[in-house]
């Protein structure tokens, strides 16, 4: 069965200090990898989605910035980070394209900037 | 622009009753429709699923009903348990052309279920 791991489950960094999310699946190959953030009050954004190794696309202008350097990889990362970048940050997978995707969560990244 | 809207942040039902969660949607191009339901501190779960060429799927306690000339979805729970008690995602995809389950996700609505 597939499973997606995604850590760490809490963090928390200050204002201009640098980010790395990861996130892992198993147990399918050449899955599509999504990184959504639900922000406080809000629903779930999709921020990058890839279908492909190295292949990153990018659904809102932001501070953030992805990466696929293996299949079943997928890293969310910024430089510096900035207050807005506070929220519950989830990495998902599907696979296939056959316009009814279901998409399978991790637990989440309580992401706080201070 | 929201396309994917739940305009009830919060809904509270007695244990053994009905709960009905609505969603709206503006993009006529959406062809797939989901609902997730999520506890805190934890991912969202894929609970049941839609089709555009349908009305109406059921599966257990759940059933979800769509009415694509109003732009309206529902999600039926049918008894309630405390156990349902949780943020609840209309979602939506499709637009044409290659989605890869890129979702449309909804503000939530919580459903606090009373004993």
């Known amino acids: 069965s597939q499973t997606i791991h995604q850590w760490p489950a809490t963090l928390v960094q200050p204002v201009g200090s640098p980010l790395s999310l990861e996130c892992t699946v198993e147990?399918?190959?050449?899955?599509?990898l999504y990184w959504y953030r639900q922000a406080a009050g809000r629903g779930l954004q999709l921020l990058f989605y890839?279908?492909?190794?190295?292949?990153i696309s990018s659904e809102v202008p932001q501070n953030l910035s992805a990466s696929r350097p293996q299949d079943r990889q997928f890293i969310l990362s910024s430089k510096k980070l900035l207050l807005s970048d506070s929220g519950f940050y989830l990495c998902?997978?599907?696979?296939?394209?056959?316009?009814?995707?279901?998409?399978?969560f991790g637990s989440g990244t309580q992401l706080s900037v201070l | 622009d929201q396309q994917v809207k739940q305009n009830s942040p919060s809904l509270s039902v007695q244990e053994g009753r009905i709960s009905i969660l609505n969603c709206d949607y503006t993009?006529?191009?959406?062809?797939?429709f989901l609902w997730y339901k999520k506890y805190p501190a934890e991912g969202p779960t894929f609970l049941i699923s839609?089709?555009?060429?349908?009305d109406k799927n059921e599966d257990g306690r759940f059933t979800v009903f769509l009415n694509k000339s109003a732009k309206h979805l529902s999600l039926h729970i049918v008894p309630s348990q405390p156990g349902d008690s949780a943020v609840y995602f209309c979602?939506?995809?499709?637009?044409?052309?290659?989605?890869?389950?890129?979702?449309?996700f909804g503000q939530g609505t919580i459903l606090t279920v009373h004993p």
């Open positions: 839609i089709s555009s060429i349908k």
């Open positions: 993009n006529s191009m959406f062809d797939y």
């Open positions: 979602a939506a995809s499709g637009g044409g052309g290659t989605s890869y389950g890129k979702l449309t």
């Open positions: 147990g399918t190959s050449n899955p599509n």
């Open positions: 890839s279908v492909g190794i190295g292949q």
């Open positions: 998902a997978w599907s696979w296939g394209d056959h316009g009814n995707e279901k998409l399978f």
